[in-house]
């Protein structure tokens, strides 16, 4: 039997997702709750059970999108993933079917899965190959790390460690870490988060979550959010200024976030998502980190299947408009338009 419900926190779901072993922090339904609170879209948890009153042996996050004349639902906002867990293959299969029936009573043009597998699409999906996942092992130590790690990027570490930047770590650095954050994005022409999500972001995990940045003369020049949970230290949200790219910030910035993660004897580091071909991926394959798909899962109520990619005309013009836009503009309206891009 399927249940669905609405926000909020939610124990038994968690005490599922903190033993299934393919779960990620995307799971956890503080990031159901972080969503919830700073976009206020339609946030639901698909609960599978044998009948009712009787364990947890599946879940599904879903979020619905509420985009003009396009709305849709998807497992995994904002780069996150959001694969199927479940404990064998009726449960997935329910869950999987509970989902559809969202998207058509949500009259969503699509619902798109971001799943951890490497199998074909269920019945009833396409798939298609755009994102990947890099992770790196963490299991030796920053020296087996460094070790690991290609010529080229322990030298970038090396030059950018006697550029003498100052690392700073807490949440006192969200609003410099979100001011590198949201000037790099406007100069690839992406709308910003909003401070409320990263605040929510914090208040949900708690001590799980962290912000580092990188100083220099007093002024953030790169930053990241993180999030530990199982054993993984995420890193979704990462940048910095372009000003200062030749002063290697980044590889600065992730060498502090590996000794942290080993130092906390977290035996793995995700760097998150990125699409395939990308030099945002080249940088994490220098670090020696493994890369697995991200299969996009999408059932479309239409005969034509949504191209998810963002190389369409409409998708690029619209990215050399907002880097015309002021900065104050950008900031101001980001958040708005986040909400129907999840």
């Keep these: 039997m399927i249940e669905i419900r609405e ?42 059970r044998r009948c009712a009153g009787a364990p947890i042996r599946g879940v599904l996050p879903l979020f619905v999108a509420p985009r003009p004349f396009a709305r849709y ?3 995994g906002p904002f780069g996150s993933y959001g694969p199927v867990l479940a404990d064998h293959p009726g449960a997935a299969a329910e ?8 998207t058509l009573r949500s009259r969503a043009r699509y619902l798109h899965i971001k799943s951890l597998d490497d199998g074909p699409a269920p019945d009833g999906f396409a798939r298609q ?13 920053p020296g087996a790390v460094w070790s690991g790690m290609r010529k080229g990027a322990r030298a970038a570490v090396r030059q950018a460690k006697r550029n003498g930047f100052e690392p700073r770590r ?11 954050l949201a000037e790099n994005m406007h100069r690839k022409g992406s709308p910003i988060y909003g401070v409320p999500f990263f605040r929510a972001l914090l208040d949900a995990f708690g001590p ?3 912000v580092v940045t990188l100083h220099e003369d007093g002024r ?13 230290l995420y890193v979704p949200f990462a940048s910095s200024r372009a000003a200062y790219f030749p002063k290697r910030p980044n590889n600065h910035l992730y060498w502090e976030i590996i000794e942290s993660a ?22 994490k394959r220098h670090w020696g980190a493994r890369v697995e798909p991200i299969a996009s899962y999408v059932y479309a109520r239409r005969t034509s299947e949504p191209d998810l990619g963002p190389s369409s005309a409409a998708v690029q013009r619209g990215v050399e408009l907002w880097k015309k836009l002021p900065r104050g503009v950008v900031d101001a309206v980001g958040p708005w338009v986040c909400r129907f891009m999840l």
């Design 7 to 48: 926000g909020g926190r939610c124990p038994e779901w968690d005490a599922y997702v903190d033993r299934a072993p393919r779960a990620t922090c995307y799971h956890a339904s503080a990031w159901t709750e972080i969503v919830d609170r700073a976009y206020r879209v339609q946030t639901l948890r698909v609960v599978s």
């Design 73 to 75: 639902v998807t497992t």
């Design 95 to 102: 869950l999987l079917d509970a989902a559809r029936a969202v």
């Design 129 to 141: 190959d755009l994102w990947v996942r890099a992770t790196l092992p963490l299991d030796g130590g």
């Design 170 to 180: 807490g949440r006192d650095e969200l609003e410099p870490f979100y001011d590198v």
């Design 208 to 210: 799980r979550a962290d």
């Design 220 to 232: 953030a020049v790169a930053g990241a959010l993180t999030i530990a949970f199982r054993g993984v």
């Design 262 to 283: 080993c130092a906390s004897g977290l035996p793995t580091l995700d760097f998150g998502s990125s699409m395939r071909g990308t030099s945002t991926l080249a940088f």
